[in-house]
């Protein structure tokens, strides 16, 4: 099976196939570069070479041209090590090796007393190499904007000289090594010059790693002291820098070739690559999703950032919010109109003066109850049956404290006191039996938002804060918020600001409570958008796409089991880039962390994400939501008995991994055959060590050596692409539709931090009209509702997990009896689902007002339904 080669976009592999004569620079900059050691022949292996532990001062050589963009640099040579070095001309190096033996003689007196005589004894062995020294000069264009931008103006001339000495790493490639064995080796930072054994061959290839954080323009490389004389290597392209924040692998643009730079790619403009086998199926094309997701964002967005000129432009009242579903927006004349009201019929409307309407349909949440957003126990009762049911936690320590460095952000205790808590939950529980006792969960935002608070209140229009949100496990097996922690960290010579606040009894404890709730909800419609949704399932997905179409052949029986699980991934990961995700997109629009949302999402990435820790048991109890107990359904005993995206997850589990184990064991009866199964060693491998490699060395990553541990494998796999993502996606509309109840940005600040008297007297005089400054504006809200009508619609192709089978599971007896368990088991489910959403007693799914929990019933109708779970993520 043919498999595209990948490349990683820190590092530019240089092959070299024809050799030039150094020519001038022109106006462009010469610099000398650290090194790492060459990938020699196997025989120099073992050789050892001077290292430095520290890195010399860049001395800089004059150029004629005073006014070029860039200087002449040359690296400084230094070293320290165990062993000498001794250079005995141009071309050779002796080095002498000291090895130092230690022997200990013991002598027990009577008096117990034990002495210990050290000998030592020294050998000097010399061993002769033969070397010759090469010197390496890298040509690069220094961009103003680029690389010099972040520097201030009051850096010294001597810190930038030193930046571009430390800035680029090289390494020598031999031609006569197999390519399949190249590799960097442990960094070594020789200064000036490489040390080549004089055997090492014509030069293959130079490999280049820009550590800078901006890119550079590589113009060529000269190699001088080879044999053959100086040898120019011409690149002519960008360098992209190491990366700065770690990411799941992805796939390649494939973007079409520079007319400039035949070696580069042209920036995109329009639509992501995607490789052919991922795109979206002719029939795909022409379905409800696909066509609707791409008329929304391409054409109805659009149209709707024209309707709404002013983007500052808030509802001046909730009379305001309401007309989205009644009268709606008038829009500018559409594109293709025709297919957009066929496409899009639940939003755009003909209306009899022959132009178009954008009119909201009320979600089921706001059907069943105007006010649900308005009620606590709603508010509560969302972090367990809502939206993003992922984030809520056991409290198992106290006081809180932040582990931010407080020189930073100011102290880290928690303004949340011991006697503020007793006060709410006064004749039930002391705070030390509480927390004993499981009942305080926590919703914390405070460590992960408060680094960028600075930084996001520098853009004009959105605020933000880092949050502590308190809740207690009522007798009823609901909860209850106690409290809600707002910090700001030290910013304009301002001091660290903190405040907490409780439900009220008073008009204007109550108004300051309902702004509080905005900005936590705003939070964490942030945490869900960019981490439990778009990094735990779209993006940690990508990587098991990739190594399963590059290691596994199609007829392997686990790349038959994962493909329907990666259809269309890619494409629709492809269509978030180009709109939702891209820079200057929706999300940076429109959502609290702004233009640094995907950084965000990559310390989440850093700081959060395991595989071993997505699978869904393994999250419950990482969370301190369940702890481990055989005795208890499913192995687990949940912290919260009523706790709907639990207990249906769990149902949902265990039939996967069911099925999961009959698929397995039927071809892997033993060890042997996963050990010896070289396509699926090489898939684990790529998945862990490419795939993820900014975690490949991380211990928590499970071994592949038994049927067992494949199957728990493939089940979170799994898990993460159809019921991990079902429970965070689908339910989008119901939850968000009304955007008051999850508004995804907070525009103003809490009236109480640093208030000035006009402020003030506009919160006592009319709250109202605060809160509704603080949400979204008209253009952020509209745009983000129409956009999660879409995410939440099952296309009349829909394909659920469990309802059809696969061509290739039907070709075996065994698999496909198997297969029709698992089927009979998600009917179960369903049924199960209905059930539970029908006893009063399960206060957290059912109630006045209350929408069922069904974001996990397997099978789902066309539409906006809140329920069904298909086999991947395609929308």
């Known amino acids: ?122 050998k000097k062995e010399v061993v002769t190499e033969k070397f010759i020294s090469v010197k390496a000069t890298i040509t690069v264009t220094l961009t103003v904007g680029g690389f010099l931008t972040n520097m201030g103006l009051t850096r010294g001339l001597d810190d930038v000289r030193d930046m571009l000495g430390q800035t680029l790493f090289m390494d020598l490639l031999s031609a006569h090594v197999d390519p399949a064995e190249w590799s960097e080796g442990e960094r070594d930072y020789i ?68 007319e400039a730079d035949k070696l580069s790619e042209k920036r995109s403009r329009s639509t992501v690559y995607v490789p052919r086998d991922e795109a979206f199926s002719e029939i795909k094309q022409m379905t409800f999703s696909a066509k609707t997701a791409y008329a929304v964002l391409h054409a109805v967005v659009p149209a709707l950032e024209t309707a709404i000129r002013d983007t500052d432009l808030g509802f001046p009242l909730f009379a305001s919010i309401d007309s989205l579903y009644n009268e709606g927006i008038s829009l500018p004349p559409l594109k293709d109109q025709g297919i957009i009201q066929t496409l899009v019929p639940r939003l755009v409307n003909s209306i009899a003066s022959g132009g178009d309407v954008l009119r909201f349909v009320p979600p089921e949440t706001m059907n069943r109850d105007k006010f649900f957003w308005f009620r606590d126990e709603e508010f509560a009762r969302q972090t367990l049956a809502g939206l993003n049911p992922y984030s809520i936690k056991l409290v198992t320590e106290w006081p809180l404290r932040s582990e931010l460095d407080p020189d930073v952000y100011g102290p880290p205790e928690s303004a949340i006191t011991s006697e503020m808590i007793e006060q709410e939950i006064k004749g039930f529980l002391t705070i030390e039996e509480a927390i004993r006792e499981k009942k305080l969960f926590i919703l914390d935002y405070h460590d992960l938002f408060l680094p960028y608070v600075g930084k996001v209140r520098e853009i004009e229009g959105t605020t933000l804060y880092g949050s502590r949100t308190l809740f207690f496990l009522t007798p009823e097996g609901t909860l209850r918020p106690l409290a809600i922690e707002l910090t700001r960290p030290p910013l304009d010579g301002k001091p660290q600001w903190k405040q907490v606040f409780q439900p009220s009894w008073n008009a204007t404890g109550v108004w300051l409570w309902r702004i509080a709730k905005a900005h936590v909800l705003a939070h964490d419609s942030g945490y869900h958008q960019l981490v439990t949704h778009w990094l735990r399932t779209h993006c940690a997905t990508e990587p098991y796409v990739i ?21 269309y991934t890619i494409e629709i990961n492809a269509l978030a880039r180009e709109a939702l995700i891209n820079a200057g997109g929706i999300i940076e629009n429109s959502f609290s962390p702004g233009k640094y949302s995907m950084e965000l999402c990559s310390i989440a990435y850093a700081k959060e994400w395991r595989f071993d820790q997505e699978a869904l048991p393994a999250d419950l109890i990482r969370r301190g939501m369940a702890v481990e107990d055989p005795t208890a359904p499913h192995g687990l005993r949940l ?102 109840n999850r508004p995804t940005i907070a525009r103003t600040n809490m009236p109480t931090e640093d208030p000035d008297e006009e402020v003030w ?56 009896a198997a297969f029709e368990r698992f089927k009979g088991r998600l009917m179960m489910l369903d049924g199960t689902i209905d059930d539970r959403n029908a006893n009063y007693e399960l206060k957290n799914r059912n109630g006045a007002g209350v929408v069922p929990y069904m974001l996990l019933k397997p099978f789902s109708e066309p539409g906006v339904t809140g329920k069904g779970v298909p086999y991947s993520i395609s929308i």
């Open 761 to 816: 007297k506009k919160f006592m005089e009319k709250p109202e009209c605060v809160l509704l400054q603080c949400f979204p504006s008209q253009i952020q809200a509209t745009r983000i509702m129409a956009v999660l009508d879409i995410l939440s619609n099952h296309s009349p192709d829909e394909e659920y997990m469990g309802e059809k089978m696969e061509e290739a599971w039907a070709e075996d007896e065994v698999i496909r």
């Open 639 to 740: 912290s919260i008995q009523d706790y709907p995206f639990a207990n249906d997850g769990l149902l949902l589990w265990d039939a996967i991994k069911q099925w999961v184990t009959d698929y397995v064991t039927h071809y892997y009866k033993d060890c042997t055959f996963i050990q010896t199964d070289q396509e699926l060693q090489a898939w684990w491998t790529e998945i862990r060590t490419v795939g993820h490699g900014d975690k490949k060395d991380e211990p928590w990553w499970p071994d592949l050596n038994t049927p067992q541990d494949l199957i728990n494998i493939i089940t979170t796999i799994v898990w993460v692409t159809s019921g991990h993502h079902a429970a965070v996606n689908f339910g989008q509309y119901t939850y968000a539709g009304y955007f008051p």
């Open 547 to 567: 190594a399963t179409n590059r290691q596994l052949s199609a007829m392997h029986p686990i790349y038959r089991l994962l493909h329907p699980h990666f259809r």
């Open 191 to 258: 200064r000036d010059r490489f040390k080549v054994p004089l055997d090492f061959g014509e030069v293959g290839a130079v490999l280049i790693e820009n550590e800078h954080h901006k890119e550079m323009y590589l113009k060529d490389i000269v190699l001088d002291g080879l044999p053959n004389g100086p040898l120019l290597l011409t690149c002519n392209s960008w360098l992209h820098s190491n990366k700065e924040f770690p990411y799941p692998r992805r796939c390649r643009t494939g973007r079409p070739m520079s």
């Open 1 to 122: 099976m043919l498999k595209p080669r990948l490349f990683h976009r820190s590092h530019y592999l240089f092959l070299q196939y024809k050799p030039f004569i150094h020519g001038s620079s022109g106006s462009s900059s010469s610099l000398s570069v650290w090194s790492i050691n060459p990938s020699f022949p196997n025989k120099h292996k073992n050789l050892q070479f001077g290292s430095t532990n520290h890195r010399n001062k860049v001395k800089a050589v004059s150029s004629s041209d005073s006014t070029s963009s860039s200087s002449d640099i040359s690296v400084g040579t230094g070293s320290s090590s165990s062993s000498s070095t001794i250079t005995s001309g141009p071309t050779s190096t002796t080095t002498i090796t000291t090895t130092t033996e230690v022997t200990e003689v013991v002598t027990e007196k009577e008096d117990i007393v034990i002495e210990k005589e050290v000998q030592v004894v020294t």
